[in-house]
């Protein structure tokens, strides 16, 4: 089994005696040690939406488009990761769905408003 200290070369930076860990060296450590940490305290769903995250992690490393609904998807995984281990972060991620949701609905009316007029403007205007 590896051991902490043999994970210690996935934190891309040293600050103030601190590992800061990415997202993708999260992600590996979790699933590399599943068995032997992380599955005492998460289930198999969790895991997953790790796999899940792992994928959209890469998706955006590698510069690939999301749609909204993917942008959503991918944030709702967070916020169920999160709260699965009681992160205070889960939060500002729901707030980040409510956000996305909010700006999908306004291009969505915004998308009809202009169909609307580009009826009227196809029907013409009635003859006096």
Same mark, same amino acid.
């Given at each position: ?10 934190a ?8 800061v ?12 040690l ?5 599955a005492?305290?998460?289930g198999?769903?969790?895991r ?41 972060e889960a939060?500002a991620?729901e ?16 998308? @009809? ?8 403007? @196809? ?6």
């Amino acid at each position: 089994m590896p051991s902490f200290p043999d994970w210690q070369g996935r934190a891309y930076e040293l600050k103030k005696g601190e590992l800061v860990w990415d997202a993708q060296a999260l992600i590996s450590v979790m699933l590399d040690l599943w068995r032997d940490c992380f599955a005492k305290i998460l289930g198999a769903s969790e895991r997953t939406i790790l796999n899940e995250l792992r994928d959209v992690r890469n998706k955006h490393a590698h510069q690939k488009s999301f749609s909204t609904d993917d942008a959503y998807r991918a944030l709702d995984s967070m916020a169920r990761l999160l709260m699965a281990v009681s992160a205070m972060e889960a939060t500002a991620v729901e707030q980040m769905k409510s956000e996305l949701l909010r700006l999908k609905f306004e291009e969505q009316i915004r998308g @009809e408003k202009r169909k609307e007029t580009a009826t009227a403007i @196809e029907g013409g205007l009635p003859e006096d």
